[in-house]
C-alpha cells in the first residue's frame, strides 16, 4: 500500500474510525494488526522476518538486566542481537553484491572464477527497522533505557505502520513511552496531521512524481548523446524528485501518526538551504544522520583521537552509510565523496584563524556551492552504475546549448520547485516548521487551495513508488 493511493487511505479511514472507539490497550493491538496488514501487502512471507527480530531483541533486552546477568552474559545477548540484525540484512541486501564483487576482483586479478550467483528479493523496509530494533538493544546495553514489559507493546514499537517502510528511525526513547501509556488526539494533533498530510502529498505526487518524469527520460540516454545543459536538467531534477519523494513520506509518515495521537520526529529541516556539509546532514534524513552520528560515529572515537582519527572516522562513518542505501559501489562512493567532502571542510575550518559568521552574501554564496555539491554527488545516488555516472559527470563539461527537451525540463523544474522552496523559505525565516499553523486561518486556507489545486490539476500521469521503499 501506497501513501498515495485511494488503497492506503481506504486502509487508513477504517483503522482510524476503529481506533477512536476503543481503549488504550485495544488500540494497541489494532495498530499491531494494522502494522502487519499494511508490511504484508507487500509480500506476507517478509512478515516473518519482523517477527523473528522482535523475538529475539525483545528477549535479548530483558535478559541483558535479569537480575543474574553478568557484564560478559549481558554483552552475549547483546551480540546476539547484533548478529541477528545485522545478518539478516547482509544476507538479504549485501550476499549478491559481496559475490559479485569478488568474482569481479578475481576476474581483473587472471583468474576465472566459477562464483555461485544469488538473486534474493529484498524486503521493503529492512534497513529502517533494522536500525530502529538495534537502537532498542544497544540503549539497554548502555544502560540508557530499561527493557519494555510487554513483548505486544515492543511488537508494535518495531512494526508502527505510518513509519516501519522508510522510517524516520524512531528511538526507543521516544517512541515506546508513546505506545505503552495511553494517547489522546487533540484538536492540535489533527491539524498538525492535516498540514503533514498535504504537504506531503504534494511534495511526492506533485513535485517528485513529475521530476521523475524528466529524469528518467534523461537518465535512459546514453550519457555520450546528451548536451551540458540535458545532464544538468537531470542533475537538479534527481534532486527535487528525491528531496520531494522522501521528504513526502516522511511528512505523510508524521501526519498519520499525528491523527493516531503519535509525534514522530522531524525528519528534514530545508536540506537544501544547507551552508555546508555538516549543516546538510544536520537537515537531511536527520533520523539516519543521527543514528550514525550516536552509534557508529562516536563509538568509533568521534573526534576525541585528534584530526587524523576524526577524519578516518568521518569517513568510515560515511562509506557505511552509503552502503546502508543500497548495495552497489555507487552508494559506496557516494558515500566517500560525503565522507571526504566533511573531512576537507572541518580541516579548513579548524584552520581559520578568526571564524565570522557570513553576512546575507557570504551565506547565500555558502547555500549555492553546498547545494551544486550535493547535486553533482547525488550523480551516483542516481545511476545505475559508476561509469554511468562517471559518463553523466564528464557530460557536464560538454555544450551548453539549449534544446526543445531542456527549455521544457527546466520549465517544469522551475513550475514544480520553485513554490515548494519559496513556501520552504518563508518557513526557513520564520524558524518553526509549523509555522503556517500558528498564523492567522486565512493563510493556511490559501495555502491548502493551492495544494489541492496543484493535486487536482498537476498529478504526474504516471506515478512512481517511492524510492527509500528499495532500502
Not at 504484508?40 to 512471507?45: A, L, P
Not at 484538536?187 to 506531503?200: E, K, P, S, V
Not at 508524521?254 to 536540506?271: C, E, I, S
Not at 492567522?440 to 489545486?453: E, P
Request: hydrophobic content about 50%.
Amino acid at each position: 500500500m501506497l501513501f498515495n493511493s485511494y488503497t492506503f487511505w481506504g486502509f487508513f479511514a477504517v483503522v482510524l474510525a476503529a481506533y477512536r472507539i476503543l481503549p488504550h490497550r485495544a488500540q494497541n493491538r489494532l495498530l499491531l494488526l494494522a502494522s502487519y496488514v499494511f508490511y504484508g501487502t507487500w509480500d506476507w512471507r517478509f512478515l516473518s522476518l519482523i517477527v523473528f527480530s522482535t523475538v529475539v531483541d525483545y528477549v535479548a533486552g530483558h535478559a541483558m538486566v535479569s537480575a543474574t546477568s553478568t557484564e560478559r552474559t549481558r554483552k552475549r545477548w547483546l551480540i546476539l542481537s547484533l548478529c541477528t540484525n545485522l545478518g539478516l540484512l547482509a544476507v538479504f541486501k549485501y550476499l549478491g553484491f559481496f559475490v559479485e564483487s569478488a568474482a569481479s576482483l578475481l576476474a581483473l586479478m587472471g583468474f576465472e572464477p566459477n562464483l555461485w550467483s544469488l538473486r534474493i528479493i529484498l524486503p521493503v523496509g529492512i534497513s529502517f527497522y533494522t536500525f530502529q530494533t538495534l537502537s532498542y538493544t544497544i540503549d539497554i546495553y548502555r544502560r540508557q533505557l530499561q527493557p519494555c514489559d510487554s513483548f505486544w507493546d515492543f511488537a508494535l514499537y518495531v512494526s508502527f505502520f505510518p513509519q516501519l517502510v522508510a522510517g524516520p528511525i524512531e528511538r526507543a526513547r521516544q517512541l515506546l513511552p508513546q505506545i505503552v501509556q495511553p494517547r489522546v488526539v487533540s484538536a492540535r494533533d489533527f491539524q498538525l496531521g492535516l498540514y503533514c498530510i498535504l504537504l506531503g502529498l504534494f511534495k511526492k505526487v506533485v513535485v517528485a512524481d513529475n521530476m521523475a518524469l524528466v529524469v528518467n527520460h534523461i537518465f535512459s540516454q546514453p550519457p555520450g548523446s546528451l548536451s551540458a545543459l540535458e545532464a544538468l536538467l537531470g542533475v537538479y531534477a534527481f534532486a527535487f524528485q528525491i528531496y520531494g519523494d522522501f521528504h513526502g513520506y516522511s511528512l505523510i509518515a508524521q501526519g498519520t501518526a499525528f491523527w493516531l495521537g503519535v509525534r514522530l520526529m522531524d525528519n528534514f529541516r530545508h536540506p537544501y538551504f544547507a551552508t555546508s556539509p555538516q549543516d546538510f546532514w544536520r537537515r537531511w534524513h536527520i533520523s539516519l544522520s543521527t543514528w550514525l552520528r550516536d552509534y557508529l560515529y562516536i563509538p568509533l572515537g568521534g573526534n576525541r583521537g585528534g584530526s587524523v582519527a576524526t577524519y578516518r572516522n568521518l569517513l568510515t562513518t560515511m562509506i557505511l552509510g552509503g552502503l546502508w542505501h543500497g548495495a552497489a559501489w555507487t552508494f559506496v562512493i557516494w558515500g566517500v565523496i560525503h565522507g571526504g567532502w566533511l573531512a576537507i571542510h572541518r580541516f579548513i575550518s579548524e584552520r581559520r584563524s578568526t571564524p565570522s559568521e557570513p553576512g546575507w552574501g557570504g551565506t547565500a554564496v555558502r547555500m549555492f556551492l553546498t547545494f551544486q555539491m550535493v547535486c553533482v554527488t547525488w550523480l551516483f545516488f542516481r545511476a545505475d552504475s559508476v561509469p554511468q555516472a562517471l559518463a553523466f559527470f564528464g557530460a557536464l563539461f560538454g555544450s551548453y546549448a539549449p534544446s526543445e527537451v531542456t527549455v521544457l525540463g527546466f520549465g517544469l523544474l522551475v513550475f514544480f520547485a520553485l513554490p515548494m522552496l519559496l513556501y520552504e523559505a518563508w518557513v526557513e525565516r520564520r524558524g518553526d516548521l509549523f509555522a503556517i499553523t500558528t498564523v492567522h486561518w486565512g493563510w493556511r486556507v490559501a495555502l491548502y487551495t493551492v495544494i489541492a489545486f496543484f493535486l487536482l490539476w498537476f498529478p504526474a500521469p504516471v506515478p512512481s513508488e517511492f524510492i527509500y521503499f528499495q532500502f
